[in-house]
């Protein structure tokens, strides 16, 4: 027995060790960090528990009969962060450069079902080269594995892709079906054709980056949520954000202590927010000053910043905020802004995160490209998302709300539980300009000061319309509140809501547009 558990000494040092010191030595060369130490991040101290590390593939053919390393460049396991349970499956590019084959396919399954059926977070850290080409469709299938598991664990469990290094091809389809992708400059890239594909089909000349590089992806398509410049801060934040997320979608998210007293008076509001409507500010301020210790996880913090999308805590409870930016395109609604919020919304609702909308919203985008784009398809996604959404739901409106921006941003009227309001909030179908040149355009033209007869009849509409207590009036608002208050007010709002239970119509599932 003594000679037998020193042999298994021995092969579980050469599988911690990985295939050589020269294979290491190239990974680190990129600036890229291995496997085990990806994951020592990532994980507790100590905590993790390996699952198949002795795996070895059965593929001949093509030289693979001898070369048979352990693991088969998959590490899966699971482990604990901040003392919370977290599966994780993480590519080793040392070995086929991390690519999936049979062996490999069947570890990640076997991890991703454990993580379903344990009801906890699954990280994938992708840092391989796509399907294994010498072990032919059993690669691809592997993939499809994945995907029909991807799709299974969506909404029940939070699923995080980390990507740490090239991911290719339909590889990069199981990162866009998880919850969150993560991903770091220079090292890590995500495209379906690679640049010397591009260039036979197109005729186009781009490098690895330039094709689906960090930037690309956390600025212009909108695949990526984060993206840092090295691996440990990229950890550290997964971190973070799995200490907002609950295990599942049968539990609330974790409550953490706070010190930021729920009745602290936001006395600086008033002078962040021009009560000029035309006057831009940072939302971002707004924000700060309302959640504990002014700390927030903004997702998808470079692309359609014209709204934000943040994590924070609010009395040590979490919530989803989802607010305008009139910093940016003065906080109008568009194709994009309505994609990435909706997907924010329906995350949230699927995880039991209550949700707080700041309004400041001017509209929809006008414009023949967002018509031709498809802003009504891409604006109905999120308003779909509101209205199927069964978590607390609270609207505040600061400035403006108007037109059907103002009905799509969780208005009372598509099912927000409360809605506030400021002293300074215009609520209409449009700013009193526009709407008094279509109703008193005749009045207008036959006048013989045209602009002055103009200028009167939009302070008349204004007051008559648009005054601060026209909508509390008519019970579309809740209550206008002193900005001060804002925080003990949505705190107290979100404590009562904490117990609220919706039912869902009998079906299938909706069918969204898309």
Known sequence: MRSQVEELAGIRERVFAGPSEKATAAQKAKGKLTVRERIGLLLDEGSFQEVEPLRRHRASGFGLEAKKPYTDGVVTGWGTVEGRTVFVYAHDFRIFGGALGEAHAAKIHKIMDMAIAAGAPLVSLNDGAGARIQEGVTALAGYG??????????????????????CAGGAAYSPALTDFVFMVRETSQMFITGPDVVKAVTGEEITQNGLGGADVHAETSGVCHFAYDD??????????????????????????PCDDPAGRRCESLADLVPADGNRPYDMTKVIEEIVDDGEYLEVHQR???????????????????????????????????????????QMCDAFSIPIVTLLDVPGFLPGVDQEHGGIIRHGAKLLYAYCDATVPRISLILRKAYGGAYIVMDSQSIGADLTYAWPTNEIAVMGAEGAANVIFRRRIAE??????????????????????YYAAERGLVDDVIDPADTRRVLIGALAMLRTKHAERPARKHGNPPQ
Not at 304 to 314: E, H, S, T, Y
Request: charged share 25%; hydrophobic share 45%.
């Open 303 to 345: 692309w359609a910043r014209n709204i934000i999308c943040a994590l924070a805590r609010m009395d040590g409870q979490v919530v989803g905020i989802v607010a305008n930016q009139p910093q940016t395109l003065a906080g109008v609604l568009d194709i994009e802004a309505s994609e990435k919020a909706a997907r924010f919304v």
């Open 447 to 468: 006048a013989d000061d045209p602009e002055a007869m103009r200028a009167e009849l939009v302070k008349e509409y204004r007051a008559e319309l648009m005054h601060p």
């Open 231 to 256: 691996e440990e801060t990229c950890l550290e934040e997964v971190r973070y954000l799995l200490s907002l997320l609950p295990r599942n979608n049968r539990e609330n998210p974790p409550a953490a």
């Open 145 to 166: 594995g994945i995907f029909r598991r991807n799709t299974k664990a969506s909404g029940v469990i939070p699923q995080i892709s980390v990507m740490l290094g090239p």
